[in-house]
């Protein structure tokens, strides 16, 4: 039974290439995932103690707040201790030899000045020693044309930019301090001045010879206090490993969760395969019953094949890997993504994907094996050389049913119950309820679809229609496997653009200006909105700021912006905001009870209400106030009040009779010395903060479109299978006269009808997954609601449609290869 199993897989190699690819594909991505995540793994633990290899104790703080600058001396005046340094990391910018800030987000660091402590590769020069000297990396130092001992502008959050000399440059690469962008060193003072920090991230502690870790720790925990935590090197190292794998932990199971979606599109395209070629084995399996076989026997040999092709498809696959590996990490250095760490193919990936490739393979075929045993020997008596076409049962049907409307009552429910669960509950409801009712809807479907290729092909196309719809469970499950893998696309495509759409309405509600200066990667720095105030040019300026003190919110506001956001007025006017005076919010007036003319004390400063205001647009973010609990002063009481609290952004407007451009270059002079700060117009901001949704939805289409591809191999499959079975029933339509074109149009239709169905239910489910989605997040806060991107999903099922003709040429070549004459004799 062995030997006669693998000669009819010699023989029928050509019918199971296709469902090997999906197999292929799908423990390449795996395989691939594995192998490129592993080097990473084995360069975080590489590059983990880069920066430490010195450290023999670290000082680190248990909350939020930064260790102060005179705990270094008293850590460095402790018997034992051979110096000490305090660490911070934050960004900063540099303004290149052009004049203009250099590019990408940069990443400043305190250096030690003790040599006891520094672990930087210097390429040329030195590290810096005192003050007012810097060292960059080299890359930036090339490309900008710096030369060691000529200034350099370096700013940040404390300040402009000011000139600091170029002493050094330094390797990052592949560090945790590459980024992909400059890096900066000063020695700590110069570091604390240029972020506005007021203490370290942690001190950096170097043990005298002989001294013991263990008990300098314990002198060194005594003298810094309850407040912080003292770690030994190999807690640091420890520490640094595991919140790189955390991260690489994210970023693998994000990867694996597309990998699953195309191994799941694979066992559809495998399983409904083997169903296909077992049903046109049914002659065949009689006639072994007759002579003998039994049925575990049959079984079996059909479990054998599925195991061979799976572990031969899995080779392939993990060959295949090492390849995609290589592509991901070439395509990451070319988009300057730094990545440390090579390509590490592991034992484990290996049986990881030669078992998941061949268990998948197995389990797709164990439903079609076991189908195939219930032929009865004296089928081989009759003419039927193929398994009767069966519908769903009752139980199947009525269980879809169900399952599909609880779907859609937990899609449409998901938003009033305010659960982010319930949405992905009720896609995953949704889908596994058109698997169950697929024989039913996937038909009605093609019929409809159908009813216009007719009125335009003619009997041509209904034949296609029947051809089609013969085997009802067949064609659900092609059409179903494109469902997975297009629906996915299309939430994500739906949802991008509604989010973007709600991102730019709230834009629109809440810059008023014609200018936004915004923060790279920080705040803006203190001085800045002193110095764009004092230019005769600009007319507006507010930097949006707010705190929350004593429950309530605390907000910046300027009287000719603050009314843009407000949908009422309930008491007072908003126009006589200034020193002195608050605009209250609705809620809070109602809670305390406060009214126009009311006095109110914000940290022990009086103020007077001079008005009651509504604000029902949904917030953004949350606020640790209660909803409504707002307080809006004017920008000088507010600086007063909170000197140190800063905001990302700020608006500029012209000043009365002065030009966009006036204004703009205004601007520009202002801000040429700060290199952390960047300004755009509304539709540059709109742009920017877009960006990142249209990046990300790149990355999800580009992961998913394997799952699109292996299903569009599923319907090229049973296309090609299904004109094998046709193969006399073809040979008799060309004899009473349909032409090789009309033969050819037949297969094509029928190919765009299945893969129609599958887009449109896949487009259909994904929209609705989507349009929950920002239900949802309009509840949460957020003027969000569904909009529907008709060109982009247009090119999807365009993109379907084409693919699908695509896949009728092979089959349609194979229908056409044989004489008619011989195919009838079949």
């Known amino acids: 039974m062995i030997r006669l199993t693998l000669r009819s897989l010699r023989a029928e190699a050509l019918r199971m290439l296709l469902s090997a690819l999906a197999v292929v594909l799908g423990v390449a991505f795996i395989a691939g995932t594995l192998i490129f995540v592993d080097g990473m793994r084995a360069g975080a633990y590489d590059r983990a103690g880069t920066f430490d290899r010195h450290t023999d104790l670290g000082v680190y703080p248990t909350g939020t707040k930064p260790l102060p600058t005179d705990l270094v001396d008293r850590v460095r005046a402790l018997d034992g201790v051979a110096a000490a340094a305090g660490e911070l990391t934050n960004t900063g910018g540099i303004v290149g030899a052009d004049g203009r800030p250099v590019l990408g987000f940069t990443v400043l660091v305190a250096i030690p000045t003790e040599d006891a402590l520094r672990s930087y590769d210097v390429v040329a020069g030195r590290l810096p020693d005192r003050a007012g000297e810097v060292v960059l990396d080299a890359p930036t130092v090339a490309e900008e044309g710096f030369a060691l001992g000529a200034p350099v502008q370096i700013g940040g959050t404390g300040g402009a930019a000011r000139p600091y000399t170029l002493v050094g440059t330094v390797d990052v690469a592949g560090t945790t301090r590459d980024v992909g962008g400059p890096f900066i060193g000063l020695v700590g003072p110069d570091a604390l001045a240029v972020t506005g920090e007021r203490g370290y991230g942690r001190i950096m502690v170097a043990a005298r010879p002989g001294i013991s870790a263990t008990a300098l720790a314990d002198r060194v925990r005594a003298a810094v206090g309850a407040d912080t935590s003292v770690r030994s090197r190999q807690q640091i190292l420890d520490d640094a490993v595991d919140e790189a794998v955390r991260d690489l932990d994210q970023f693998t199971m994000v990867l694996m969760i597309f990998a699953a979606v195309a191994v799941v599109v694979a066992g559809f395209v495998i399983a409904n395969t083997f169903a296909i070629v077992l049903a046109q084995r049914t002659r065949r399996t009689a006639l072994l019953r007759l002579v003998g076989a039994t049925r575990g026997q049959v079984f079996r ?31 990451t250095s070319r988009l300057d993504v730094p990545v440390s760490g090579g390509l590490t193919v592991t034992g484990s990936t290996v049986l990881t994907g030669l078992l998941l490739g061949t268990l998948l393979t197995v389990g797709a075929a164990l439903l079609p094996a076991w189908r ?62 058109i698997v169950l009712f697929g024989p039913v809807l996937v038909p009605a479907l093609v019929r409809a679809f159908g009813w216009p290729a007719r009125r335009l092909v003619g009997v041509t196309a209904g034949l296609a229609v029947a051809n089609a719809v013969r085997n009802p469970r067949r064609v659900a499950a092609t059409a179903t496997a494109l469902v997975i893998g297009i629906g996915l696309v299309s939430a994500f495509v ?44 600009l007319g507006v300026v507010h930097e949006q700021r707010s705190t929350v ?162 299903a569009l191999f599923g319907v090229a499959n049973t296309l090609s299978l299904s004109v094998v079975e046709r193969t006399r029933e073809n040979a008799v339509l060309r004899a009473v006269g349909l032409t090789r074109g009309r033969m050819r149009a037949m297969l094509a239709v029928e190919a765009v009808l299945v893969a129609l169905v599958g887009a449109v239910l896949g487009v259909g489910l994904g929209t609705g997954v989507s349009a929950a989605a920002m239900a949802l997040l309009a509840r949460l806060g957020g003027d969000f609601h569904v909009v529907l991107p008709l060109g982009q999903l247009g090119l999807i099922l365009g993109g379907a449609v084409l693919a699908a003709l695509l896949a009728s040429v092979l089959p349609a070549r194979r229908a056409l290869s044989r004489p008619v004459v011989e195919a009838l004799s079949d």
């Open 549 to 710: 003190a004593a429950d309530i919110e605390i907000r910046a506001a300027h009287p000719a912006l603050v009314g843009r956001t407000l949908s009422g007025v309930l008491a007072g006017e908003v126009g006589r905001l200034g020193p002195g005076q608050v605009l209250v919010h609705r809620e809070l007036a109602q809670a305390r009870g406060w009214q126009v003319g009311s006095p109110v004390t914000v940290r022990g400063r009086p103020f007077r209400v001079v008005a009651v205001v509504a604000d029902d647009t949904p917030a953004m973010a949350a606020s640790d106030a209660p909803a409504g609990h707002v307080i809006e002063m004017a920008d000088a009481d507010f600086a007063a009040l909170f000197p140190d609290q800063r905001g990302f952004l700020a608006e500029a407007d012209p000043a009365a009779g002065v030009s966009a451009e006036r204004a703009r270059d205004a601007i520009e002079a202002v801000l040429a010395r700060y290199p952390t700060v960047n300004l755009m117009d509304q539709g540059a901001y709109k742009k920017m903060l877009t960006g990142t949704v249209d990046m990300l939805l790149a990355f999800v289409t580009a992961l998913l479109g394997l799952a699109v591809v292996i």
């Open 301 to 331: 040999a059909t479990l054998l094949e599925s195991a061979v092709i799976g572990m031969v498809a899995s080779g392939v696959g993990v060959l295949l890997g090492v390849a995609l590996a290589s592509g991901i990490r070439l395509l």
């Open 372 to 433: 195939g045993t219930r032929v009865a020997p004296v089928a081989a008596l009759t003419d039927a050389a193929v398994q009767p076409s069966r519908g769903a049962g009752r139980l199947r049907l009525t269980l879809g049913a169900v399952v599909l409307a609880a779907g859609v009552a937990a899609l449409a429910g998901a938003a009033s119950a305010g659960q982010v669960l319930l949405v992905a509950v009720g896609g995953v409801l949704a889908f596994f309820g």
């Open 494 to 537: 739906v949802g991008a653009r509604s989010t973007k759409d709600g991102i730019e309405r709230s834009v629109d509600a809440e810059i008023g200006t014609d200018f936004v200066v915004s923060g790279i990667g920080s705040n803006l720095p203190a001085a800045l909105a002193g110095e764009l105030v004092a230019r005769p040019e």
